[in-house]
């Protein structure tokens, strides 16, 4: 029997399947632009890492549909390399806590890149410093990055001589750590008593983008691993594909201490307060080059003798 379908829901099975040529949801009905990317999602027009995926989840994150972006794991990265770029192009707040990262990945030089991050969580990512200055180094003198105030650098073993570089970038306010890491002290920061802590979130579309990215990369994963087993069943095989690594990847960790350490606030000079200083010294060398035996050669003022002279001439020639 056939079922005929609103007119509704035929524009937004049109706009889901087409969803990559929407060229802005600035101003858009909220409800029909959560209808319309869910639909994409179930009509897995999203599924694959390809620049039409990019592209619409770039224009959803222009019009902040999801400005805080928390990864579940290294394997999604690394599937969905492509389209996070879109994901990440105007989020707010990025979180990569756990998840292994190497000082070579292609992600790093991507983060000063998404110019309106305004906190950054790096939390036991294995990173070093060399891996660190791919995403601070391009943000010396707020030229990327110009709203990074929160930094977490926890878990992370980082050398003095990195932190120390940290005072380049001017808009960074807060750096933290666990407070069991050894810190050593760094140029224009100073320990606070009192640490906030951000804690970043995904909503709900990004939250139903993952699962099934996830729930996509889990198929394809079944597909390989019965490939496999159909071609040897030997025992090192089946063992390799235990549950021994997916049992260490979501266990749960209590969490730590934290610490924080704050920008030192440079007392402000104020143009008015070194232009008296400059005049008064301008003046004062004015008033020396009048002196008598002063090597310096002022305005010369008239002499009164010339002057009575010259009147004496004028009422001569008046007479």
Not at 67 to 78: A, D, Q, S, T, W
Not at 270 to 282: E, F, G, K, Q, R
């Amino acid at each position: 029997m056939y079922d005929a379908s609103s007119l509704l829901d035929l524009c937004i099975d049109f706009c889901a399947k087409n969803i990559h040529f929407i060229d802005c949801m600035i101003g858009f009905p909220e409800d029909f632009a959560v209808k319309i990317f869910e639909r994409a999602i179930n009509l897995k027009v999203l599924a694959s890492d390809n620049d039409n995926t990019k592209q619409a989840l770039r224009v959803y994150s222009e019009a902040g549909y999801y400005r805080e972006v928390k990864f579940p794991n290294l394997l999604l990265i690394n599937q969905y390399e492509l389209s996070i770029q879109g994901l990440m192009e105007f989020t707010e707040k990025l979180d990569l806590t756990n998840i292994c990262l190497d000082d070579h990945h292609d992600l790093l030089i991507q983060i000063p890149e998404c110019r309106n991050i305004k906190v950054l969580i790096l939390q036991s990512t294995n990173l070093t410093d060399k891996g660190l200055k791919k995403v601070t180094y391009p943000c010396f003198g707020a030229k990327k990055l110009p709203s990074l105030h929160y930094l977490d650098l926890s878990g992370l073993q980082v050398t003095s001589k990195y932190l120390n570089t940290l005072r380049h970038l001017p808009q960074l306010k807060s750096v933290l750590f666990f407070s069991s890491d050894k810190t050593p002290s760094f140029l224009a920061f100073r320990l606070t008593q009192r640490p906030h802590v951000e804690k970043v979130l995904n909503g709900s579309l990004v939250t139903k983008l993952f699962l099934h990215w996830l729930k996509q990369l889990s198929q394809e994963r079944k597909k390989v691993l019965e490939e496999k087993s159909s071609a040897s069943s030997s025992f090192y095989t089946s063992n390799a594909t235990g549950g021994r690594d997916s049992a260490k990847s979501f266990a749960v960790k209590a969490p730590k201490s934290k610490v924080m350490f704050e920008r030192i606030q440079e007392p402000k000079t104020a143009l008015h307060a070194t232009n008296p200083l400059l005049s008064t010294s301008t003046n004062v060398s004015r008033k020396r080059s009048y002196e008598p035996g002063n090597c310096i050669v002022g305005p010369r003022k008239p002499k009164q003798a010339k002057l009575a002279l010259d009147v004496e001439n004028i009422e001569q020639m008046l007479d």
